[in-house]
Structures are given as C-alpha cells and as structure tokens.
C-alpha cells in the first residue's frame, strides 16, 4: 500500500526557514520522480501547484518559478524519504503542502496525482 506522510510544517515569520519531510512506504521512492505540491483553499487558488519535482535516483529538481532560488528539493533514498528546504518565506507561500506520486499538469496552476499525502500547513505570518 503506498503512503506519503508529511510533516514539518508550522508558522513561521516572514524571512524565515523551514524544512518538510514526507516519509514514504509500499514503494521504492528511488524509482520514481517525486513532487511537492500546494493547495491554498478559499483564497481563489484551489487548484495543486506545482511547486517542486525531483527526478528518480538523482538528486536533480526542478522548481516553479515561484520558489525557484529559495526551495530545494532533496531525497535520501536510503530512508525512503524526500525534503522541501523552505528559505526567505514569504507570505504568499502560505498553503498546505502535499507529498506526491505519479503527477502530471491538468492546467495552470493545477496539476493531478495518483499518490499523495495529507498535507501539512505552512503559515507564513509577522
């Protein structure tokens, strides 16, 4: 059965870090690209952005412009796990951050997985 659990979220001050860890299990995570997503509901952004990849057994990522330069994306594959290192938030990154599996774009701004997460909140405020 495959799972992604995230955690690591919380409120954090405008310029500030933080670092999301989505456990995975009932899968190699070595085998395939990985993704980190957001979802900011009742703001007119209910769609899941897009907000890092990372490639299968390397550890190369791509991000959305959005994030790009303050975002990294990582894997341990040896722990089944991926990361989001979160630098210079700001508030508009407020949302809930989701883990994801076997993801693909369905529209701007909105993109759909087979395997994903719960969730954990980021809350981006002074």
């Known amino acids: 059965q495959v799972q992604l659990v995230e955690s690591g979220g919380g409120l954090v001050q405008p310029g500030g870090s933080l670092r999301l860890s989505c456990a995975t299990s009932?899968?190699?995570?070595?085998?395939?690209?990985m993704f980190w997503l957001r979802q900011t509901p009742g703001l007119g952004r209910e769609g899941l952005e897009w907000?890092?990849?990372?490639?299968?057994?390397?550890?190369?990522?791509l991000y959305s412009g959005s994030v790009s330069g303050r975002f990294t994306m990582s894997r341990d594959d040896a722990k089944n796990t991926v990361y989001l290192q979160m630098d210079n938030l700001r508030p508009e990154d407020t949302a809930v951050y989701f883990c994801?599996?076997?993801?693909?774009?369905?529209?701007?701004?909105?993109?759909?997985?087979?395997?994903r997460g719960r969730g954990t909140q980021v809350t981006v405020s002074a």
């Open positions: 994801a599996r076997d993801c693909q774009s369905i529209g701007p701004d909105n993109s759909r997985c087979t395997y």
């Open positions: 009932g899968f190699a995570s070595s085998d395939y690209w």
């Open positions: 907000v890092a990849s990372i490639k299968d057994r390397r550890n190369e990522a």
